[in-house]
């Protein structure tokens, strides 16, 4: 990096840490901002041209258009910059993603004035993917703009950047906010993982785990002709198309841990002192072992190092093992 980019890279940086993180915030005199745009400067050139040109060869009609253009551009000024001024901005809280995909941050714009604020701009701030809307006099819009986490853990939402150059766009004015708000940020699951580990035997059972030939954890097997109904699967039947039933002697006997050592990227002495990409991998395949057991609708328990979540199911249990693979070592 060149000293000039280092430069306005570390400036950029200590302007964003002086502005105090908040999830609302209404803009004032104090945190907007403006400035000429390039068509601005041009016309500001002009303007300079046109006025030396009248007085030179003493042009009525020349300083008539010269007084005009610039009262329009004075007037513009301000209307630009009122365009921001006195609206509020309301966060609303990411939910959580896997690393890799784009976060979506909703933002509530709000604004008491009687008239509509016209092209006003969101983005995060430092890219040019804006996204530009309108906000009803006295009324409320959303907004989305997204970002793209590539690690795990808990994220602070980046800083953010409203602005507008209505109405002649030769003014730029804008503001920068820097949410308080955090997004946890799951592992990337593994595309193609190996199938479930094997079930273990529960307190009081057999020694030996068994494995259905085809592949899945013990306590749920393809159906067999003369099955009870009840024993039918119907949630993960209608998922998968296929018919499975529920093997009660094995669900009795047998359950399923999900451990950091079972996926044979991590040695199973390292446990929670494993680091790296090796751990990253792990922790992966254990993101992927998870959705599969949710969407094949299987009890299952989770094992990292010394954290060791116990054997459940449905929406809330799965939240509290991705959580759990999000702040792993963190």
């Known amino acids: 990096m060149n000293p000039i980019a280092l430069a306005r890279t570390r400036i950029h940086q200590w302007f964003v840490n002086r502005i105090s993180p908040r999830d609302t915030v209404t803009l004032t005199q104090r945190n907007v901002y403006i400035l000429p745009t390039a068509p601005g400067f041009m016309l500001g050139l002009t303007l300079a041209v046109l006025l030396v040109a009248s007085i030179n060869y003493q042009l009525n009609l ?15 000024m301000h209307v630009c910059h009122g365009t ?29 004035r009687r008239s509509t ?15 530009w809307t309108d906000v009803p006099p006295q009324g409320s819009t959303r907004v989305q703009v997204a970002f793209q986490p590539q690690r ?14 209505f109405p002649l766009g030769t003014f730029r004015v804008w503001t920068v ?38 592949g899945e954890f013990d306590g749920i097997r393809p159906y067999r002709r003369g099955d009870p109904l009840k024993l039918v699967v119907w949630k993960k039947t209608a998922k998968t198309d296929t018919l499975v039933s529920r093997d009660a002697q094995q669900v009795q006997r ?39 057991a949710d969407k094949q609708s299987l009890q299952y328990g989770m094992r990292l190092g010394g954290q060791e979540l116990p054997p459940g199911s449905g929406p809330a249990h799965k939240k509290n093992c991705l959580q759990a693979l999000a702040l792993m070592g963190t």
């Not at 005009?68 to 007037?75: D, E, N, P, R, S």
């Open 177 to 214: 906010w820097r949410p308080a708000a955090e997004v946890l940020v799951y592992p990337a699951p593994e595309k193609h993982p190996p199938p479930l580990p094997p079930g273990e035997p529960r307190s009081g059972g057999q020694a030996t785990v068994q494995r259905q030939s085809t």
């Open 62 to 76: 020349g300083y008539v258009l010269t007084f005009l253009l610039t009262g329009c551009a004075v007037v513009g």
């Open 254 to 292: 047998f359950e399923l841990w999900l451990d950091l050592a079972h996926t044979g990227l991590v040695h199973p002495t390292a446990g929670a002192m494993a680091t790296g990409a090796a751990l990253e991998q792990a922790l992966s395949r254990l993101c992927a072992w998870v959705l599969l």
């Open 152 to 165: 795990r853990g808990l994220h602070r939402v980046p800083a953010l950047t409203a602005e507008t150059r």
């Open 117 to 131: 604020r016209y092209g006003i701009g969101l983005a995060i701030l430092g890219t040019d993917h804006w996204s």
């Open 84 to 112: 921001l001024r006195g609206m509020t901005m309301n966060l609303i809280a990411p939910e959580a993603h896997f690393a890799g995909t784009n976060v979506a941050i909703g933002i509530n714009l709000l604004s008491h």
